[in-house]
């Protein structure tokens, strides 16, 4: 029998939020998290949490498990279990909806805030805008992002000033257009993140790196945008 | 861009290179300060205000002076930007820091003239 503890909140109904326990026949299974989820659910059906793709594509599931970010569909019981108990909370910083789900306004409005769309000013060409192979393997580790908000969530920075600095993911992601050799709006993407705020916040303490589940490295990207602000400033 | 007005160079680039620069210097500056102890064990105080009388060793001080104010204003600006949410608290806390590291800076200007 496996101990889970869930944190429970019910905004309507509850004054304030609780960690219920539950116990679960994983029938000596090392299960994902998810599916000990789907377990507790047929305890009880109120438990409320969100999932999708159910195998790490579409970031969904993104929660607290025994105090580590990651997606619980692709989380093994064996990567997490502390003495037989999974401690299971919604990730940290956003507000709660519900149980384990949380709101992500803020965390999309970063994301826009970065402009995530190829921006350039030069006429379209008859077919497409082509990339030499090494240009296209600079966006290696950037792309991947599935936006689960597991980083940011992980992030200090972004815990104290979520409405200033953009937070792991969505630097990850201005990085990705700064590196994009058709992306001809470099002087504008940078000239939005030169305040004390949106990139320099981060003080590289890589809590982002080291919850990442597709195992990419904002500090890295972060390190890469500075540098450009640099090259730019100097 | 997110405004900033109270930081100590606008710019967030200017800030993170001044805090590198500044701790470079201060690094130098405690080395230096730490192996000459070491190197004369029986230091006197003419020796030591001899040391201070040669000019390259007062602009040394002086850049590490500078540096030490640039470097704490602009470390514990972060600081109350991270941790004290309330503006009135926060704007006072910095005009605080403020008012001590530019006190400190003319106080240590004046003893390093002074001596």
């Known amino acids: 029998m496996l101990n889970v503890s869930v944190y429970r909140y019910h905004p309507e109904q509850d004054q304030k939020p609780y960690m219920q326990d539950f116990q679960v026949d994983t029938g000596g299974k090392d299960l994902m998290v998810l599916d000990v989820l789907f377990l507790l659910k047929e305890q009880d059906s109120t438990l409320t949490f969100r999932r999708s793709c159910r195998e790490g594509v579409c970031g969904s599931d993104g929660m607290n498990i025994n105090g580590v970010n990651g997606l619980a569909c692709i989380t093994p019981l064996s990567d997490c279990v502390n003495n037989g108990k999974l401690v299971l909370r919604p990730l940290p910083a956003l507000p709660v909806i519900r149980d384990l789900v949380i709101d992500m306004e803020q965390f999309y409005q970063n994301y826009e805030r970065i402009k995530p769309f190829l921006q350039n000013d030069k006429p379209a060409p008859a077919i497409e805008r082509l990339q030499s192979p090494e240009e296209r393997a600079k966006l290696d580790g950037l792309y991947e992002c599935i936006l689960c908000a597991c980083c940011s969530t992980a992030c200090p920075s972004f815990w104290w000033n979520p409405d200033k600095f953009v937070g792991p993911s969505g630097l990850l992601q201005a990085y990705r257009f700064l590196a994009d050799s058709r992306d001809t709006a470099t002087e504008e993407r940078l000239a939005e993140l030169d305040d004390p705020f949106s990139v320099f916040r981060c003080h590289g303490i890589m809590n982002c790196v080291n919850v990442c589940p597709k195992g990419l490295n904002p500090t890295k990207a972060i390190g890469h945008i500075r540098n450009m602000l640099l090259s730019r400033g100097t | ?115």
Not at chain 2, 6 to 25: N, P
Not at chain 2, 81 to 106: C, E, H, N, S, W
């Open chain 2, 1 to 115: 861009m997110v405004r900033a007005v109270t930081s100590f160079g606008r710019s967030g680039l200017y800030d993170w290179l001044m805090q590198r620069v500044s701790a470079v210097v201060l690094t130098l500056y405690t080395l230096f300060i730490v192996a000459y102890i070491i190197a004369n064990p029986q230091l006197t105080y003419a020796q030591w205000s001899g040391l201070f009388d040669i000019t390259a060793m007062r602009i040394f001080s002086l850049m590490a002076l500078l540096s030490l104010g640039a470097h704490v204003w602009i470390g514990l600006w972060s600081v109350s930007t991270d941790y004290i949410k309330p503006m009135g608290i926060r704007f006072v806390f910095q005009l605080l820091t403020g008012a001590a590291m530019f006190a400190y800076t003319v106080w240590g200007i004046q003893l390093l003239w002074g001596l």
